[in-house]
């Protein structure tokens, strides 16, 4: 099945500063990535997801790139504010598998005043 | 998000004793799904159901039981609960197509002591 990993476990920013997380998956069927956001004791929310068929895509501060042919994504968040400190989960999709998402373990971000 | 909701919030349960959490989604969605998160390993899925009356494992299905008689309602129970079920339980829905965006409930804490 696919293998979803994600670096860094752990990332300490400046407020202000850029954020970068990086995923890689192994199965070239996956074709949906989205990228959740987790605050400390909340459910998972979604923020940004992309598709197979795009290379890129922005949401205000926060953008995700994929690169099919090396099989990675990486969620990028610019201008970084203390309220973005939460854990960041990449998951990665195949179309085979049932509309099975495959998480990575996850990114504590954690953005300094 | 409240279109998905999870009883009980929090669970306290000895060894041995036969544990069952509700989930119950009000969208109408196919899919749904339950994970387990731990410090670590980030959201593994436990078990999965494509429709009413379909059921299959994930990574981690070893100890649990599922059912979906209705479509929005899909408990999971521990049958002989161990410390190693200590977790946070979620429940997830989504839709059929691919790439359908995954909900998810706010989540049971579960402590086996």
């Known amino acids: 099945g696919e293998n979803v990993e994600q670096h860094p476990s752990t990332l300490s920013v400046q407020e202000g500063d850029s954020a970068v997380i990086k995923c890689t998956y192994s199965?070239?069927?996956?074709?949906?990535f989205p990228w959740y956001k987790q605050e400390l004791g909340k459910r998972p929310q979604l923020i940004i997801d992309i598709r197979s068929n795009v290379g890129e895509k922005k949401d205000q501060r926060i953008a995700v790139t994929l690169n099919k042919t090396a099989k990675h994504f990486s969620l990028h968040i610019t201008e970084t504010q203390p309220e973005d400190s939460a854990v960041y989960f990449c998951a990665a999709i195949p179309t085979n598998t049932g509309n099975q998402f495959y998480f990575g373990t996850g990114t504590s971000l954690t953005v300094i005043p | 998000d409240a279109g998905i909701t999870q009883s009980p919030r929090y669970k306290i349960t000895e060894t041995g004793r036969q544990v069952t959490l509700m989930c119950h989604q009000t969208w109408s969605h196919s899919y749904m799904f339950w994970y387990r998160q731990d410090l670590g390993h980030g959201l593994r899925l436990i078990y999965y159901s494509a429709a009413a009356d379909i059921t299959d494992k994930g990574e981690v299905p070893d100890g649990y039981v599922v059912s979906r008689s209705k479509t929005e309602n899909f408990p999971l129970t521990l049958e002989s609960a161990t410390r190693s079920q200590t977790s946070v339980y979620f429940c997830?829905?989504?839709?059929?197509?691919?790439?359908?965006?995954?909900?998810f409930g706010s989540g049971t804490q579960l402590s086996v002591l």
């Open positions: 199965d070239s069927a996956s074709n949906y």
């Open positions: 997830a829905s989504s839709g059929t197509g691919l790439g359908e965006k995954l909900f």
